[in-house]
């Protein structure tokens, strides 16, 4: 073990934080719980409007570097070709920023917005049936792919072309920051991203774990019990433990494929087996809906709800702003990861091609797998929100699946498929995790440290379960991701700063691709001090 290698600042700060907020729940688990609540609804109720205002400005943001010169820079030298086609780029950013929360939400989002809509619309109307088949998409689109795409500029920008391996997001502050990065500012950066990814994958989990513990049920008859729920966890993380273990090519890579050929044949199959005509036009419709009120949609607050005569809803609270708290938390790993991914491109693909992609995946699992569970609900052939009200959201899931032709193979698919999405989130995650907390990473962080943090990432959702609070974790994005919106903003000035200082430094200033040669700049730098002096 050369633990020289560690930055052991990062690394027992992180764990100190973790300890800090496990243990007292572990000894004050309502007290807890309590405290969680009500700094939950603190943080939405008064900072809603910071979380929906950094959604719209990374949008804004990355259309505008994507169409400006900035954009034009080539991650990589003059004649470097691309590191992955786009499919496969595609398909590891997929696996990678989605987990298994997507199968969990587009099955069943709908069926929460179908009874309380949002703009004070009547639950259960036409209207809010086509904002109930919309929202969802909405949640998991441009904006929520701009949140994440946004750290990948820096990192990508310091990565491929300064040529320092960044691996931490202290590091890609550094323009703005300067020196004070050497500092206890540069391990609070670090810490607070680690802390946010956490609380991420907290409420991954805590929302994973009950909906596995249901498929598993169906097809074995296993009561869903608290041991069967912690049997699930431990399962997922030896699972992607040793993904993780394994590395990028042989496990990451291997399971990111597995898993999306599964997601083909799922959406496939229920595409072509169910409603497909329904499904077409429903999502088109939403697309057409989202458009029409994108504005409306990225903005509205319910300011009026707590006036008198109004009746609040909570829904921007519970819905838009705790989302994008849940990409902003994600956001810095996915960008550490797709910024590693995306050599031989030019900043302007990266940005486009996550925010299409991205978009056009998440769309594809809103529009079949929640406008199957629509229909089955509009045609009379099964009452999902009935049978929600009845038992919860993890059996009502199970239960549509249920209706499909080759139900069981369904289910286990299904059920096989929410495991490896968990595991391509979470190897990664470990992956980057082990980095953050590295002085310097050769090709891959060292083994143990892998294995380390994917045990780690699990510590907290297993404890809070054992004491029942899994619901609490829920929301642990919100508060954890707070803090991280300010690195967000460090993140686009360090990247606006640094990649538009080089540019003026740099000779091939007008050709379509701007190729920067860093050591020519350092050099005219130089030259510049020593006249100075
Ligand atoms: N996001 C995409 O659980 C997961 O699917 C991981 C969740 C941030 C809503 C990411």
């Not at 797998?369 to 089955?376: H, I």
């Not at 391509?424 to 002085?439: E, G, H, N, P, R």
Request: charged share 15%; proline share 4%.
């Amino acid at each position: 073990m050369k633990s020289n290698l560690i930055d052991w600042q990062t690394f027992i700060g992180s764990l100190i934080v973790l300890l800090c907020v496990t243990v007292p729940l572990i000894f004050f688990p309502e007290a807890g719980a309590e405290i969680i609540n009500m700094a939950n609804s603190f943080m939405t109720g008064n900072f809603g409007v910071l979380y929906l205002i950094l959604g719209l400005v990374s949008f804004a943001f990355l259309l505008f570097v994507a169409f400006s010169k900035n954009g034009q820079i080539k991650l990589g030298n003059k004649d470097e070709e691309r590191e992955f086609g786009t499919f496969s780029w595609a398909a590891m950013l997929f696996a990678a920023g989605i987990g298994s929360s997507i199968l969990y939400w587009a099955m069943i989002e709908w069926a929460y917005y179908y009874q309380g809509p949002p703009f004070g619309i009547t639950p259960e109307s036409e209207e809010a049936i086509s904002w109930a088949a919309s929202y969802g998409i909405f949640h998991w689109g441009p904006i929520a792919w701009a949140i994440y795409t946004l750290p990948a500029l820096p990192i990508a920008y310091f990565y491929y072309v300064r040529k320092t391996p960044v691996l931490k997001i202290s590091e890609a502050v550094r323009p703005v920051l300067g020196k004070l990065v050497d500092g206890p500012l540069g391990v609070i950066v670090d810490v607070l991203f680690i802390f946010g990814l956490m609380g991420g994958a907290g409420t991954t989990l805590a929302l994973g774990t009950p909906m596995i513990a249901e498929g598993i049920h169906d097809l074995t008859g296993i009561p869903v019990t608290l041991g069967l729920k912690a049997a699930v966890m431990l399962l997922c993380t030896l699972i992607f433990a040793v993904s993780a273990y394994s590395g990028l090519r042989r496990g990451i890579k291997v399971l990111s494929d597995i898993n999306l050929w599964l997601a083909i044949l799922l959406l496939l199959f229920i595409f072509i087996v169910g409603p497909t005509v329904f499904i077409s036009k429903t999502t088109f419709t939403s697309i057409g809906i989202i458009a029409d009120n994108f504005f409306q949609m990225a903005t509205w607050l319910e300011p009026f709800g707590n006036m008198v005569g109004f009746t609040k809803t909570g829904f921007p609270e519970s819905w838009t702003v705790f989302y994008w708290a849940w990409w902003v938390v994600y956001a810095p790993f996915v960008g550490l990861f797709v910024a590693r991914i995306s050599r031989g491109r030019t900043i302007r693909e990266m940005i486009l091609g996550t925010m299409i992609y991205g978009t056009i995946g998440c769309l594809l699992f809103f529009g079949i797998l929640g406008n199957f569970g629509l229909f089955l609900q509009l045609s009379g052939t099964f009452d999902v929100i009935g049978y929600m009200d009845e038992f919860d959201a993890p059996a009502t899931i199970i239960a549509i699946l249920n209706q499909l032709p080759l139900s069981k193979v369904m289910v286990g698919l299904f059920t096989v498929l929410a495991i490896i999405f968990l595991a391509t989130t979470f190897d990664s995650s470990s992956f980057i995790l082990a980095s953050v907390v590295q002085k310097q990473v050769r090709s891959e962080p060292m083994r143990w440290n892998r294995l380390f943090w994917a045990f780690t990432l699990c510590l907290l959702p297993l404890v809070l379960m054992f004491i029942g609070g899994l619901e609490t974790l829920q929301t642990a994005s919100i508060v954890a991701g707070f803090p991280v919106m300010f690195i967000m903003l460090l993140l686009a000035w360090s990247f606006m700063k640094a990649s538009s200082h080089d540019i003026k430094q740099s000779k091939n200033y007008d050709s379509p691709t701007i190729h920067i040669n860093r050591r020519e700049i350092l050099e005219k730098i130089r030259l510049e001090k020593e006249k100075k002096q």
